[in-house]
């Protein structure tokens, strides 16, 4: 027999006004049971929102939320199986360790006996791993370790969602980077559905099963990292999902799944149709996407390697150097300008100079 599996939390065409404003509109969406979702569009484009009417801080104007198939809508905060974590993560300052990880049990009633508390905040701590933390202050502790804090606060009464308000905004780099591992792994081992909201990409692309990029309220896309990045619905999530070059041209024929397309002056490339668009006609205006670290720079044209279709010249305008990579603006005469990223290889990272004039090219499907 085949079981569907019913997602942790669902929108169905939820949309909310204020006054004038559709900060969300119509969105349709499923969490999947122990998935790590992220949330990514620019800012004031409804991501809080949603977070706030799928934790029940907010009603929907329109549409319903389920939480594990049942239907919530209207369900107050306190009654649903949701956490959040917000970006500022306020602990309260007057309590140890222990007492804000415990705070949400202990505003139970009945409230639960002393040792049970006690062996949940332990439990808790071990999760973020801050054993032994408990009687510290929490002004004794780092950014990091009260952000830890902060979310054995939102785990301890093991909410089926976590939802995560761009938690990891207010810290610098080097430890976001380490609280993203952190946040993936804590995922995996408590195997809770994480719903991250971010504004920033990369953080999106490499924590999530799947990502939701939001603009102006709506849903653009929903994918796997992989998917949006090779797959982009537009323009926009091209673009958002990481850096993008676009040319115009018109589409020709199609075989074997790739299309030809003329660029300016007769130039002829080869591209997939994205997924979710139609295949474009011959003779249809089309918007041609290569990432840049597609796009190969050599000497000559004859240094392309051979699976290189697309062959051209350029001349290079600027370069920056990204210690693995070497990112490279480039001019054409007509194509105009767009970005290349280059391997490091060898002592070659830094092969060409500003000024230099170079050969470009990209394989048939990297379009
Ligand atoms: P994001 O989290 O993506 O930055 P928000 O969900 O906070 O975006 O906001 C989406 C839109 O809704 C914005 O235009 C914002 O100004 C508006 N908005 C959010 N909350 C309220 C509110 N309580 N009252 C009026 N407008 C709001
Ligand atoms: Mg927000």
Not at 140 to 157: D, F, K, M, P
Not at 308 to 323: E, H, M, P, S, Y
């Amino acid at each position: 027999m085949t079981q569907t599996i019913v997602p942790d939390i669902s929108f169905r065409a939820v949309s909310k006004r204020y006054g004038e404003v559709r900060a969300v509109d119509r969105v349709d969406l499923d969490l999947p049971k122990g998935s790590f979702v992220s949330l990514l569009g620019p800012s004031g484009c409804g991501k809080t929102t949603c977070l706030r009417m799928m934790a029940g801080f907010e009603q929907p104007s329109e549409g319903e939320v389920f939480i594990r198939g049942d239907n919530v809508t209207g369900v107050p905060a306190y009654k649903r199986p949701v956490n959040m974590v917000f970006q500022h993560y306020a602990l309260f300052p007057h309590l140890n360790v222990a007492d804000n990880v415990s705070y949400g049990l202990r505003q139970r009633s009945p409230k639960p006996p002393r040792e049970a508390v006690a062996k949940a905040v332990d439990e808790a701590l071990a999760m973020v791993r801050l054993q032994g933390y408990g009687q510290r202050r929490t002004w004794e502790l780092s950014g990091g370790q009260q952000q830890r804090v902060a979310l054995a606060r939102a785990l301890i009464n093991r909410p089926a969602v976590l939802l995560l308000d761009e938690p990891l905004a207010a810290l610098d780099r080097k430890l976001r980077h380490d609280m993203q591992i952190e946040l993936q792994n804590l995922q995996r081992n408590v195997g809770i559905t994480f719903l991250l909201v971010t504004h920033d990409q990369e953080e999106a692309l490499s924590m999530s099963d799947r990502v939701c990029i939001m603009k102006d309220g709506r849903l653009v896309q929903t994918g796997t990292p992989r998917e949006l990045y090779d797959e982009p619905v537009n323009g926009y999530v091209a673009d958002f999902v990481g850096k993008s070059n676009f040319f115009a041209g018109i589409a020709g024929n199609a075989r074997s799944g790739l299309i030809d397309v003329a660029l300016a002056d007769g130039m002829k490339a080869t591209g997939r149709a994205s997924r979710s668009t139609v295949s474009p006609e011959a003779g249809e205006a089309v918007l041609v996407s290569v990432r840049p670290e597609q796009i190969r720079l050599a000497a000559a044209e004859t240094d392309l390697p051979n699976q290189v279709a697309f062959r051209t010249q350029a001349k290079v305008l600027n370069r920056i150097f990204l210690g693995e990579q070497t990112e490279y603006l480039v001019a054409h005469e007509k194509l105009g300008e767009f970005m290349v990223r280059s391997p490091r290889q060898g002592n070659q990272a830094l092969a060409f100079e500003i000024g230099d004039r170079v050969a470009v090219g990209w394989p048939p499907d990297a379009a």
